[in-house]
């Protein structure tokens, strides 16, 4: 079937290292946080720096609201295209998002989660940071985040996190799934284990349809080039994701 349709290359994946042992693979980490517990217990079984954080976003008023409406997501996409900026990284083009409302978020299986700051007069102003989560059945991945510039300060990522761990749980999820994480991205592993999740293996192997041999998997997320894409207008950087997204992911 692949071959016929032309497919380059078969992308297997799974937690037993022993599936394709002596094949090239790539070795990522997954953490998994268990909702069954109640919202007290889930707080204080979180590391004390991680509700110190979600205690300092409720001091400084961050707001978060669960999203559903369109405008709400291009809302998040504006927040996206300044975080993949910030990484020297291409955004994927906005028709993905459309997709994504109108498959995952419009049908119920996906949650926004947007955070904004309270205004003097009581009011929200802009959004400053949100998340997009998928869900099925009893389980929900953690799929997107993103933020403005410089409010890592009052923690909004924290808050966005914490208002859907306590939603989901709300709504009978048992399961969210943080994704994955490379082994060498000591900070975003270190963030995902004060959430009370557990760990676990994921291996990826790459098939390679016209040679008929396993390869090693390649993602090329950091390089020479991050430090040009952060110097690119947003709008230059939105037309390069929309052309090349799906070369470089």
Known sequence: MGRNNRW?????????????KDKLNAGFINHVVDLKTGPGEQFFRL????????RKAIKNNVTVKNQRSYESLMEYYRLHV???????????????FQAIYR?????????LFLAYPCSPNGGLGRSIAGAIFFTFRDKAIFKFGA????????????????????????????????????PENCGLIHFKDGWDSRQKKCFYWNYDLEKDVFTAPK???????????????SGALRALGSGIYRHIG
């Open 8 to 20: 380059r290359y078969l992308e297997i994946r799974g937690d037993d290292s022993e599936l394709y």
């Open 47 to 54: 590391r004390e720096s991680t509700r110190r954080n979600i």
């Open 82 to 96: 300044l975080t993949r900026k910030r990484h020297g990284l291409p955004p994927q083009p906005k028709r993905f």
């Open 103 to 111: 498959n995952i978020l419009e049908t119920g299986y996906g949650r």
């Open 147 to 182: 933020s403005e510039p410089d409010v890592r300060r009052i923690r909004p990522n924290d808050m966005v996190l914490w208002s859907a761990i306590r939603a989901l749980q709300s709504d009978g999820f048992k399961s969210l799934d943080l994704g994955r994480s490379d």
């Open 219 to 233: 993602w090329k997320v950091s390089g020479y080039y991050n430090k040009l894409f952060s110097k690119l207008p």
